[in-house]
Each structure stands twice: as C-alpha cells, then as structure tokens.
C-alpha cells in the first residue's frame, strides 16, 4: 500500500502548525538564561522598544504550579529567579510582528549573578558544583546477575576497555512548533509532537485546568525521532501562557537555530567494561558500569538510564553480570529522549569491546560472537529467558553472506598493502532493541485503542499515536483493513486531538506497531462482536453490519475498544531490576565497510548490509525505509555529528556547522530481514523503529580499527581525532617494529 | 531594509557613491543565510544588481577568459570551453552549496564576502585572476592574490563595484583543486588547495588555513627549486610559513596545518625532488 500522506508531503500540499491560516494572532517568542547557572539579579528592558505594544510574562504569571510535569516535578516552565543552564526559558514576549518582536527579545538583557557550574558529568563534581542530592547523580539503577566479581577472579583472561559517545541533535526537518487559542473556555493547543496526552497532562498540571478545558491536537509533524516526546511539552506551555495573557492566538515556532541550541538532544555516555573470558573467548563475566549525562532537570533520563544498562551487556549468554547506571546532574541544557533512548550509547560500547576483545584474545571477532550470542533457553543480564525461536546466528550468517564479509576481508588486506593513501576493512555489529515500555510499563499507560464504525459502513481508527513520517497512518490503515477484510480505501485513521482519541500512550518506544497496532486488532474484533459478527466475518459482511447497526441505533456512536493486557508469562520486578525487561526483543547484525582517506583521515562508508529479524514485516517498503533512515542517522552520529558546548550549550547550533550526512556521505544500505511472527504484536510485527540506530555506530567504528589498525573507543570519530589515533597506532607501530 | 534597484551599471555606481553604507548583493546567498540571525543587517540599504544584465554573460577574448560581476558558478558549470581550458574553475563551482546555490551565487560575490574558506577564490587565485573595480572615479584592476589585507580586508572601496575578473589564458601543465569538508558535498572547507603550474611558474594556494586565501610563496619555492621533500612532515616547514590555521568552531590548526602538509605531498608526487 502506498503512504498515506505521500502525494501530500511530496506536493508541498501538507500544512505543519507553522502554515496553517490564523487570524489575529501574536508571535511568540522566549527570553533565555545567557549564564550556566546562577541567580536572577536584574531583568533590563531595552529603552528603545515600545513596551506597551507587547505582552510578557514571566513566572508569576503561571496559574498552577511552575513546573512542566514529568518524572520528576523538577524542571520550571519558567526560570523564577534563579537558573540551570544556558538557554533556561525566563521570559515570554508576544507580538504581532515577528520582525519587532525578535529586536524586543534582543535588547533584554537577563543579568545572572553566577555560581560555579558542573560541566563534566564524567568528573566527580566538586563540592561548589554539588546541585542534587549530595553527589549529583539524578538516578542510580543496577542489574546483578550470579557472582561477577568471583568469576572476574577466576577467569583466564580478562579485557577492560572505556568508551564514549557524544550527543546527537535529532534534525527533524521541521523544527518545534506550537499555536495555542481559545475556543469558548477551551484551551486548544495545536503543534508538532509524538505525545498529544504528555502535552495535555503538562498543560492541566501548570495552568490548574481540568482535563475538559484543554484539547491538544497534533499537527503533521516533519520527523520527531524523539525529540517532540517530552520537549513539545514546553512549547505549549509556553505559548498558553501567553494566549492567556493576551486573550489572543499565539503561535510560537522555533527556527533553527533556536531549536538546535535550547531543546534536547541524545544523553552523552560514558561505559566502562570488565570482562572475564575462558581461553576459548566465552563471556564469563561482565562488569559494567554506564555514567550519562542527565543535564540540568531530570527530564527522562532515568528511563534512558534504564534501557541503557538493560542493553549494555549485549545479545549474549553470560552468567555473571553487574552493570551499574548513573544518570548525573550537569548544568547543560537537559538531554532527552532520542531514538534508541540509552541502548545506542551502551552497544556502542559493547560491540566495539567485543572487537577489542577479539583482537586482544587474538580471535576473529566473528568467532567471538558465534561463541555468545545468546540461543534459546539462555537469559539475558536481567534474567529474562529468551526462547522466542529466532536464530541469532542465522541472522549473523545472513549479514556476513550478504555482505561478502570473508571475501572482502581477502580484497582489502590486497588492497591496503598496495594502495598509497586509502585504506579498507569491514565491521560487524550483533545486537539487539527491546520494543514497548520497559518492565511494568506498558501495564501503567494503560492504553486504549478504538475502532469506530460509521453510518456508511466505514471504519475509523482512533489512537493517540501520531505520524511524524515513520509511517502510523499506513500500518494503521492495514492493520484494520486486515482485521475486518475492508478496502485500505474504507478505513480512515482520526486526527490526534485529545478531546477525540483515547490516550493510547506516547509515539515512541517503538511501540506504536506492535503494541498499539495489536490494540487496534482487538479493538477492530470488538467493534465487529458489537454488531453481532464473530471474528471470522469479513469485509462486505461487516460494513453492511455496521450500516445496519446505524439504522438500528441512529445517532448513536458504534465504537469498539480495546485496552493494554499484559502478554501471558511477563514478569517484571522494578526494585530488583529482575525478570522480563521486555515483551519482546527485534535481533540484528550489521556490517558496515569503509574506506579511510590516510590524506585527510576521513572515513567513508562504502558499503553497508543491515539484516535484522523484526517478527512478520508488515510493509517492506515503510521497514526498509526505517532501517536506512536509522543506518543513515547512525552514520552521522558515528562519523560527523558533533554537539560543540560552549557553557553546557551547543555552540555549533546551525546546520552549517553541526553536519549531518548528504546522499553522498551514505552509501547503498542493503536491508534483509528475517521473519518469526511475534504472538503478541500487531500482525505478528515486533518494534522496529529504534533498532536500527544501534548498529552502525559499532560496526562503523569496528571497520576503522580494521582498516587503518587504529583503536577508535569514542565517537564521534572525526577525521581530526582519527588523525590523532593514527599517529598513535604509528607510533606503536613503529615502537613494535623496533622491538628485538 | 532599505533596496535601491539600479536599471544600469552608471546608476548602480551613483547609488554606491551617494551611501558610502550601501551594500551591494548579488546572488544574495551569503547574506539570506544569515538573515534570521543578523537582526542589524535588516536595518542597511542594499543595492541589488539583478537588472544589470550586462554584467551577466562571461565571454573571451584571445588572451582572456573574462567573468562578468554577476556571472554565477553555475554559468561557468555550463561553459564547455572553461572546462577544458580552466577545468579547477567548475570542480570549484561544484563544490559550492548545492546546485540552487550555484546557480545564483556569483564568483565577483565570493571575491568580495571574503570568506577564508571560499571555494571560488582560491582557483581564481592559482590562475592568476585580475579583479577589476569600477566606480563613478574609474577603472581599477587588482590582481586577486593582492586583493586582500586582512580577514575581510580588501581593496575595494565602499564605491567601487566588482565588474569584471579577467583570467589570462594560458596553457598549464598541472592543476588540482581539493577541498576537505566535514562531509563530501554542502560543506565549509576545512582545508582548500589549488595547485597550478604553467609557464609563469608554480601557484599555490590555499584556504581556510589563514585570515584569508592566499598564495603559499614557501611552498612554491620547493617545487621551483626542486627541493627533495621525502615526507609529508617536510612540508612542513614551508606550510608553516606560509599559512596561519586556528582552531575553530570547524577544526583544529593542527588538522589543517598537516592535511594541508598531506596533500601537498601525495598530490606533488611526481614534481618533489628527490634526494641524491
């Protein structure tokens, strides 16, 4: 089936908040903390404006509590008198020229009487740094499995390596965007965002309205890769208040530059790895330990913090494990949810220390994993026993097949000895990606899915999970198509408006296939019982059915309905951090094949083989879209993309100077999956969305050291710090070379 | 923001002359990215030169290719002749944005934003451009690698316009253009280079590596007195005389200095003397 919104996104036709037609509205604009942290001592109003033209609002003007609700209730919708981070909101301005409002803004100096900030969340802080609690760790989380530390002292061999990963700015093409207006006594905010009930939650808590006298609409949105999950929360706030203030539609739209320095981007980390080996390379034991850096709130670091231990010991079967999590406060501008939410930082480190595991044990580092990799019955670090039928060494296989791997490990060793400047190697990643909330998750969002039937017999879904280019419209309108046997054409997917759709829970996770999508099919059997049909009537007989129920019921709504049921045999224990993590697990390997330019110490991806095993594929063309837009965004977090902080904010906040890869950097990413139906998920599908961000970092930087004998252990791997490795790994060369 | 719109090059001159502030923009692709951010800049008059066609075509004469004020990258990506006979001219032009930007931005504006990391200017400079500066006093030709006095410095005056950049014609027997980026395509240069050698001798010249693009006399010299250089590292020396890099928001001046240092050497292979 085509995309549902395609001919629109490629007409230009779609409208996103920033183009849709408003009348008599002001702009919206923020006033930000210039200072790391400190206390408000003066607000100065530059004495060239016409301040009477302009509405501001500052803390005292919020009506509920001033606190944008979360995790934690921590992080103020509006600085009030005293600040965390560069770019901390302080003021709002509205106005009806954009062009006059953003010389107001300019000329209001915020004066911060500053105090010493915490800017490294790898050093311990210093005792003026100390912001929360009495060390600055916003979240300690531990999993512990068997005896690890006795099983370090027995082992043959034991590897430790550290391993960093840097930030990452999500780019989604259209940047964040909110308008908020009144209908009557009706709060309505409409923008770009995943999560339309976050926003409406954050909306009641701060503003003190009932749930009935706010309505969030979601937008079109132009990519969110979770960055419009926690983050629109603010935006809305925002710009209510000022609507509030004004009695006027405001419409608050960040520009880029706006949007790249004062929203979230992905957690910086930092793991370190011990690990006890037999001779013949298996896992023994694995002590690890990962450190993120939360930034100044709490945001959602602590779940961040939890799917990165859960993911950090990697698909593999070992009986001892502790891995140790710290979220810390820094004052940086906060860090949030990003696409693969804390497993890409961890497999980073742990697929690029199982290749220097491989090359310390003098092992091929495929050998090493066909040793691990976890086979039915064996548990994973939680405990979870994994027996779900896939083979995890067919999917291996499949990635070195496809990618020729054995052969061009000849070719390029032919090629290096020979070529004067370019190098060659190749790079394997095995890993994996846990779909839905973690743990006891999904059992607290409680989400609800309908299914409506209309007078003329057609079908509406209704769901609070949102398109943000990933593809819900299409699953969604095959899903249903599917269960009740009606055209694609008959089935229509409502807008994302809360005072519409139930709260289905949040668009992220890579949850909103598998566990909404298998809502919808319950809530499409319910709608058909509804009408007196079982679950093996089809098409023409259920739309006749449901016309027939409306002339039966008229006026009445014909709405089946479906609520979350935990899949048979999950447990989950949250104090221990014991048992089934996730519902289900999606199984990868990826190669990735470069080539470094010794000139320039550039590296480039020639070739790239991404085969993963996602359950039943229900579009090929949206899954294998997905898997190279996340091959794509792994590249450049691997090779280019670099945050460059200035005061715990980003400094390079433009695209000119944050690089992001064109088609020319990405090479033809080959996507092969391998199919075992998922009982519980929609169709048989597993989540998809996240794993592929997991892979290319690793296998990227694996290739690196193969190619060039350097050993990358942090990324971004610029060719400056390439340059840098390389001198090193000579300079072992050489020493090596003059040894007796 | 004040636009004046001159019919003609004479008017164009006497807008420039009576507002000494006056800017005047071309393509416009240096200042329109920036528009969001530079809030100061909207309150300037800007003299857009789009209806002075006959500072449009490029044309050639027996000695001379000669770009016009408002000839754009993309004029000389089409130029089948400037391809054969100045081929670093549209690898260059290539290298600039993406193609709506080449299509629009002018080399004469790449000459005057002064940019250290033009990707124009430095082939312009490696075939020993002239740029020729009209105003309501007259005609002024400077030769491009004594265009510049500092970053941003140049010898143009507030009046003067940019109307011609006249490249002599001649046969060459080497040439190469490298420009290292953060990425391959759409990227600020890092490090740029253009190499040529004709009868008149070596250019070098360089980008990105100094407050602006300029020739590297040093490094000429090697390859004119036939220096053995055995290694990259030798260069070094020479390069260090001859540019200035900074570590900046793009780089380090340790990455430009020895990428520069690299290329020079993989790229001269043939031409450094060898030792004994």
Request: hydrophobic share 45%; aromatic share 6%; proline share 6%.
């Amino acid at each position: 089936m085509r995309r549902r919104e395609a001919l629109a996104k490629l007409t230009g036709r779609e409208r996103y908040v920033d183009d849709l037609p408003l009348d008599d509205f002001l702009w919206g604009m923020t006033v930000r903390s210039p200072a790391p942290r400190g206390r408000v001592t003066a607000i100065r109003f530059g004495t060239d404006i016409a301040w009477p033209e302009f509405v501001v609002v500052d803390h005292r003007d919020i009506p509920g509590p001033n606190v944008v609700a979360l995790i934690e209730q921590d992080q103020p919708v509006l600085a009030a008198g005293y600040v965390r981070h560069v770019h901390e909101p302080v003021l709002l301005l509205a106005h009806p020229s954009r062009e006059a409002l953003r010389r107001a803004a300019r000329s209001i100096e915020v004066v911060v009487a500053p105090e010493p900030p915490a800017l490294d969340f790898r050093a311990p802080p210093g005792p003026a740094e100390i912001q929360y609690g009495t060390d600055n760790v916003l979240k300690r989380l531990q999993i512990v499995k068997g005896d690890v530390e006795r099983a370090l002292a027995r082992a043959a061999v034991v590897v430790s390596g550290t391993y960093e990963t840097g930030a990452q700015e999500h780019v989604y093409l259209e940047p964040q965007g909110m308008i908020a207006s009144f209908e009557g006594a009706v709060l309505v905010v409409k923008g770009s965002m995943q999560c339309p009930y976050y926003v409406l939650k954050a909306l009641q808590h701060a503003l003190a309205r009932e749930e009935a006298l706010v309505r969030v609409i979601q937008t079109p949105t132009g990519g969110g890769f979770g960055g419009k999950e926690e983050f629109p929360s603010h935006i809305a706030l925002h710009a209510a208040l000022l609507a509030l203030k004004s009695g006027r539609p405001v419409k608050l739209i960040y520009d880029r530059g706006e949007d790249m320095a004062a929203t979230t981007k992905r957690h910086p980390a930092l793991v370190r790895h011990r690990t006890g080996l037999g001779r013949d390379g298996r896992l023994l034991a694995q002590d690890i330990e990962v450190v993120i850096d939360g930034g100044a709130y709490v945001t959602l670091s602590p779940v961040v913090l939890s799917r990165a231990i859960i993911h950090a010991a990697g698909p593999y079967a070992c009986d001892h494990v502790r891995i140790s999590g710290r979220a810390m406060f820094t004052n940086a501008v906060p860090f949030g949810a990003f696409r693969g939410f804390g497993a890409p930082q961890s497999q980073f480190a742990g697929e690029r220390h199982m290749d220097v595991i491989a090359r310390t044990l003098g092992m091929d580092a495929v050998e090493l994993r066909r040793i691990n990799l976890l086979a039915d019955g064996q548990s994973t670090a939680t405990g979870q026993v994994i027996q779900d039928g896939t083979d995890r060494l067919a999917v291996m296989e499949r990635a070195l097949e496809l990618s020729r791997y054995r052969e061009k490990q000849r070719g390029h060793a032919a090629f290096n000895a020979t070529h004067a400047t370019l190098r060659r190697g190749s790079g394997l990643a095995t890993f994996y990606h846990g779909a839905g909330f973690t743990g006891g998750g999904e059992v607290a969002l409680q989400s609800r899915v309908r299914v409506a039937g209309r007078p003329d017999g057609r079908i509406e879904v209704l769901s609070a999970n949102i398109e943000m280019g990933q593809g819900t419209l299409t699953v969604f309108t095959e899903l249903a198509a599917a269960r009740l046997g009606v055209a694609p054409e008959d089935v229509t997917v409502a807008e994302a408006d809360t005072a519409r759709v139930p709260n289905s829970g949040p668009t992220v996770a890579s949850r909103t296939t598998m566990i909404v999508g298998g809502l919808l099919e319950r809530a499409a059997d319910d709608l058909r019982r509804r009408v007196g049909l079982d679950d093996t009537a089809r098409g023409a007989a259920v739309q006749q059915a449901i016309r027939r129920w409306h002339r039966e019921h008229p006026g009445e709504p014909l709405v089946g309905e479906a609520a979350y049921e935990r899949p048979p045999g999950i447990a989950w224990d949250d104090t221990t951090y014991r048992g089934d993590a996730y519902g289900a697990f999606a199984w990868a390997a990826y190669v990735a094949e470069v080539e470094v330019d010794l000139r320039t110490c550039a590296t480039r991806v020639i070739d790239f083989v991404a085969v993963q095993e996602v359950g039943k594929v229900l579009n090929p063309t949206l899954a294998k879209g997905q898997v190279q837009g996340g091959v794509v965004q792994g590249i450049g977090w691997a090779l280019m993309e670099e945050c460059k902080w200035r005061e715990g904010a980003m400094a390079n906040n433009q695209l000119t100077n944050y690089l992001i890869p064109t088609s020319d950097d990405v090479p033809s990413v080959r996507v092969a999956f391998l199919e075992n139906p998922y009982p519980h998920g929609a169709g048989g599908a597993k989540g998809l969305g996240e794993l592929p961000i997991d892979g290319p970092a690793p296998a990227i930087a694996n290739a690196v050291a193969r190619a060039t004998g350097a050993d990358p252990r942090a990324i971004p791997l610029t060719p400056e710090k390439l340059m840098e490795l390389l001198e090193i790994a000579d300079f072992g060369l050489r020493i090596a070379d003059s040894a007796p | 923001m004040n636009v004046l719109l001159p019919g003609s090059l004479p008017e164009a001159l006497d807008m420039l002359a009576s507002d000494g502030a006056a800017i005047p923009i071309a393509g416009g692709t240096d200042l329109l990215v920036h528009w969001p951010v530079r809030v100061d800049a909207h309150d300037r008059t800007y003299v857009d030169l789009s209806r002075l066609d006959a500072l449009k075509p490029l044309s050639w004469t027996a000695d001379e290719l000669v770009l016009g004020g408002l000839t754009t990258y993309w004029d000389v990506i089409r130029d089948a002749r400037a391809a054969q006979e100045f081929p670093l001219l549209g690898n260059a032009a290539r290298q600039v944005g993406a193609i709506q930007i080449q299509a629009r931005g002018t080399w004469a504006g790449n000459i005057v934003n002064a940019s250290p990391a033009a990707d124009g200017v430095p082939v312009l400079m490696a075939y020993d451009a002239v740029v020729v500066l009209e105003s309501r006093r007259g005609r002024e030709q400077v030769p491009l690698d004594r265009f510049y006095s500092g970053y941003k410095e140049m010898r143009r005056h507030p009046d003067q316009l940019v109307v011609e950049i006249r490249i002599p014609r001649r046969p060459y027997s080497y040439q190469v253009f490298e420009k290292v980026g953060g990425r391959r395509a759409q990227a600020i240069a890092k490090v740029g280079l253009a190499v040529t050698r004709s009868g008149a001798g070596w250019r070098v010249v360089a980008a990105s590596v100094a407050p602006t693009i300029r020739r590297c006399p040093a490094v000429e010299r090697l390859l004119e007195t036939g220096t053995a250089i055995a290694s990259p590292e030798a260069l070094l020396p020479a390069v260090a005389r001859d540019v200035a890099p900074i570590d900046d928001i793009r780089s380090s001046a340790r990455y430009r200095t020895h990428v520069m240092a690299r290329l020079l050497y993989h790229d001269l292979r043939d031409f450094w003397g060898k030792r004994g």
